[in-house]
Every structure is written in C-alpha cells, then in structure tokens.
C-alpha cells in the first residue's frame, strides 16, 4: 500500500497551511487488532519555537494521531506491527504561521522517509524532526526583447550525504518579462535552472547554485538572450541587423536560408528600410497582429478561417494591419463583455472605460465616459432624418462606436502610447519628447506599420543589433 496522498509540490506546503488550524488529537479512526507498538521521539529546530503540533502515521487498516507535548516529544502509542506510512507533523505557532512537514523531510529530502516498521510491542524511539523557518527564494527571469515567453523553472538540491542533486521543485509557466518566482525553500544549497520552451529562439541561460541559509531570503535572477543564426557569406552587420528583425518582429529565430535571402535583397537595395518594410508587411507579422488581437481584444482564439479571412482582406486591401483591433474594439462581441444587462447609457460608460484600457492602458475618468457618449448619441441623432425623430419619439439611435473607437485610437495619447512602447521594444529605451511627438504624428497619419519600419531601419536600431548579436 502507498503511503498517504501528498501534496504535488511539498515545498509549498506551508503556504497551503496557511489558512488551516491543526485538529485536536483523535482516537484511532477504525477498528484495529490489539497492539502494543509505539513511536516516539522530538521536534526540534527554529521552526519550532511558540509552536504546539500534532503527529500522525497510517497503517494498512487505519490511522493514528498524537498530540505533541510543550517540549517537542511526542509519543504514537497502541500501534499495529508491521509497515506504517506517512509519518507526518503539522503545527501551528503563536504567531499565526503553520508548518506540515513528513518525517525526514529537508532540502534534499523533499518527500521525507517513506515508511517505517514495528514488531509487535516494540517501542521505536528517537524518531525526530527538525522544523525549520523556510526561506523565500526569489527567481526574477527576464528576457531579452519581449514581452511574454514560456519557460519551466527546475530546482534540484544538493544531498550532502553523497554530493548528488535530488529534484525538489519542476513547474512549466508563461509569465510577462521581468515577473518574479517565489519559492519557499529549506536552508541548503540548490541548483536553478531555467529552459526556454518557445518558438523565438531563446537559449537557456547556465544553471546558477545559490546557497540558501535559514530566514535569510536569497535571489537569483536570469535573463534569456538570442545568440542568433550565423551564415557563411553573409557580414557580420548585416546578420546581426536581420536577426534582430526576425526576433523583434516576427518573435522567432531565423534560418540561414532566411539571413542569406534577406541579405541579397539587402545588397540589391541598400535600404534597410525596404527590408523592415517586408517584415512588418510579411503575412507572418500580419497573423501575429490578428492572433494577438483575437487574444487581447476578444480573449480567445480565432475562429476557423476567421483569421485568414482578416488577412486576405489585408491582401485585397480592404484592412490595414491596425484595423483588426480597431474592428474587434466596435464589435458586439466586445461591447458585450461589459454589458451585463446594463442600461443602453450605462453600458456604453463601461464600453468607453474598456476602450481606454486596450489603447491607452488605463481607465478612463467620468468626465471622459460622458463626453464620448454624449458625441456618440449626438453623431448618431444627426445621421436620422429629423422628420422620422419626430415620427418616433422613443427611438434611440444605436450610439456610434466606430467613431469613438477611431478618435480614441488615432489621438496623440493613444500614438504616444504606441511610439514609447515601440521605443522600448525595438530601441530598448525611452523615447525623449521630441522623438514622441515626431513618431507620434507618424503613427496618425500613417499607421503603426511605418513607424515599426522606420524604428527598425534607423541607424540606432542597426547599431543595438551589432550588440544583440555580435559576429562570432
């Protein structure tokens, strides 16, 4: 028989603890054959100061609970012979804290001890626990150019007995750029690695050993960087400049026949500009536009076809790239995120505020709210014939979300949001005010494709690349 089910990650165990209180001892839960067994021993450690505890073991038939004494002893008592399971202690302190924790259980134990055995009538003693404060470990991981990315954290202690690493903690995640992991963590040392799992060519960094003492928290932080893709006959200036495009815009690693063909059409032109003009205008970029709006905009994928039709309406040049969100932004869909049965008035305040969030990144105040309603239902009264108004006093014209969504994109808020954005990502810095209000414009009159073009084809873009991937 297996011993109790445990917690799939046992080092988060007293984080779990945190909002349960240790049961009174209890009497055993079936009935059992006579026995004349006993465990005893004592918890001791830092973890254990102010604290009152309860000890626990499963047999095959049944389990048995003891409640420990002031000093740390405890005693398990009329105990079955044969193999017990499970042997567990959980506490509570004075100041609020919990701690469960498996006989045995340490850094490089993270499951504890198995089991045990009894003969009939033997009384096993010096069956002790340590109870230790765990620590915060805090893993900071970024990355270098964007924004979100997918990567599995491992954490293997070091075993002092046999100077091995055990595994003690796996976990795959997505987490935005610079997030932090926190992991509560034994005092020992530890082995942190972190691998890479997306499609834009990351490398994963050298695995770090932190030593971690007991109540002092320790951090080790990680950055994933490209080394990019290296083509005989191609300059160093030049696979640095197309690599760097490739991660930047399309979020992904190039092939050498990629380097190679972008650097023919590179020699043919001599523009940079024409080549950041074929990224950002690639179908490639277009479905990371489409697909990253379905998902931010309308929270969901596309459905079938419905991206490619989005992108033959690029190509028949109904849509410009920036459309897609502006018509997700007016949708019904969209507009019924927030509706939840409101008034007609009501719902449109929270349609604006929403609007506001996607584009400008905050809410927006009351007197805002008001004043595109009020140009909304105005617009909208006007493109009635006054003679059918007349005709139909309680008619409400359905209030024009295309016009707002279209002023509230195209403002220099909004473009000013988009430029410092771009800035950050494609120049890793913030943009001075001139540079703003000059790309700004840009964006307005143009779109975000030429700035993303433009950004990309400057010589400060080019000279940040020969940084990013050095000739080798």
């Known amino acids: 028989m297996k011993k109790m089910s445990r917690a799939t990650l046992s080092l988060f165990l007293v984080a779990l603890l945190s909002t349960f209180a240790v049961a009174p001892a209890q009497a055993v839960s079936s009935a059992q054959p006579a026995a004349t067994a006993s465990i005893g021993g004592t918890l001791n450690g830092s973890g254990m100061a102010g604290a009152t505890f309860t000890a626990e073991i499963q047999s095959a038939t049944g389990y048995y609970t003891a409640v420990g004494s002031p000093d740390g002893s405890y005693t398990l008592s009329n105990l079955p012979a044969g193999e017990l399971f499970g042997l567990m202690f959980s506490g509570s302190r004075a100041d609020g804290s919990s701690f469960m924790e498996w006989w045995g259980q340490d850094a490089s134990h993270p499951s504890g001890n198995d089991s045990l055995t009894l003969a009939e009538g033997e009384a096993k003693a010096h069956v002790d626990q340590t109870i230790y404060r765990l620590t915060t470990l805090t893993v900071p991981v970024s990355c270098d150019g964007c924004d979100q990315f997918p990567f599995e954290l491992y954490l293997n202690a070091l075993d002092p007995s046999?100077?091995?690493?055990?595994d003690s903690f796996d976990r795959s995640m997505q987490i935005v750029d610079g997030s932090e992991v926190f992991i509560s963590v034994?005092?020992?040392?530890?082995k942190i690695s972190v691998h890479y799992r997306g499609a834009a060519g990351y490398d994963d960094p050298a695995p770090a050993t932190v030593v971690v003492a007991e109540g002092q928290p320790a951090t080790q932080a990680f950055t994933l960087t490209r080394t990019g893709t290296t083509t005989p006959g191609v300059s160093g200036g030049v696979g640095a400049f197309v690599n760097a495009l490739y991660a930047d815009i399309l979020n992904r690693k190039a092939v050498a026949s990629e380097i190679t063909g972008w650097s023919r059409a590179l020699g043919r032109t001599n523009d940079r500009g024409i080549v950041a003009e074929g990224f950002v205008d690639s179908d490639e970029y277009r479905m990371i536009r489409i697909d990253n709006a379905y998902r931010t905009i309308l929270g969901r994928t596309p459905e079938p076809g419905g991206a490619e039709g989005w992108l033959d309406g690029m190509h028949r040049g109904i849509f410009a790239t920036d459309d897609v969100e502006k018509n997700f932004l007016v949708s019904d869909e969209f507009f019924n995120k927030t509706d939840n049965g409101y008034p007609a008035w009501t719902a449109f305040y929270y349609w604006v505020s929403n609007v506001y969030k996607q584009v400008l990144g905050r809410t927006a105040s009351g007197s805002e709210q008001f004043f595109w309603a009020d140009m909304a239902q105005r617009r909208a009264n006007a493109a009635v014939p006054h003679d059918f108004l007349l005709a139909h006093p309680g008619y409400v014209p359905p209030l024009d979300r295309g016009w707002v969504v279209n002023n509230i994109y195209d403002s220099v808020e909004a473009a000013s949001t988009r430029v410092t954005a771009m800035y950050s990502h494609y120049l890793g810095r913030t943009p001075d005010a001139n540079g703003v209000a000059v790309w700004a414009q840009s964006d307005i009159a143009n779109?975000?494709?030429?700035?993303?073009?433009?950004?990309?084809?400057s010589d400060e873009y080019y000279a940040r690349a020969l940084l990013r991937y050095p000739a080798r």
């Open 186 to 190: 034994y005092p020992g040392t530890y």
């Open 162 to 166: 046999n100077n091995t690493w055990v």
């Open 447 to 457: 779109g975000d494709a030429a700035v993303r073009s433009g950004l990309t084809a």
